[in-house]
């Protein structure tokens, strides 16, 4: 947590800084000025699809508490048995490698598509025996 705390107060720092160096207020126009407001909209809308994801999680308790315990313990317990098994500086490197591709991924629909490939994927509901 401290490196990533770290790591954002960098980020917040030189940022300003290297984007003043390179572009000048003369660069800016209309156009990008509509990108911006569009990326701050889809960052915002991102947001308020989480939060209403967490507040279904947390809605599971009440209104079935036996899905929300499993789900969360069967969570838990993956997330641990990842972090035994896994060197943690390969998982921070796979965490924010998706993290910066993230808007790429939604943009070209891989995510989805790979969700539609795991549902036509065939079900084996019976094994066979001889």
Request: aromatic share 14%; proline share 4%; hydrophobic share 45%.
């Amino acid at each position: 947590m401290a490196i990533i705390g770290l790591f954002i107060n960098s980020v917040d720092f030189l940022v300003p800084i290297i984007c003043n160096s390179i572009y000048t207020p003369s660069y800016w126009d209309g156009q990008k000025e509509k990108m911006f407001e569009d990326i701050c909209r889809s960052l915002v809308n991102y947001y308020n699809k989480m939060l209403q994801n967490v507040y279904t999680f947390y809605s599971l308790r009440e209104t079935s508490p036996c899905v929300y315990y499993i789900i969360s313990i069967s969570t838990s317990l993956t997330l641990a048995w990842i972090a035994s098994s896994i060197n943690n500086i390969f998982l921070i490197y796979i965490f924010s490698t998706v993290m910066l591709l993230w808007p790429g991924i939604q943009h070209r629909g891989i995510f989805n598509t790979m969700l539609s490939m795991l549902h036509l994927a065939p079900k084996n509901s019976t094994l066979k025996t001889d």
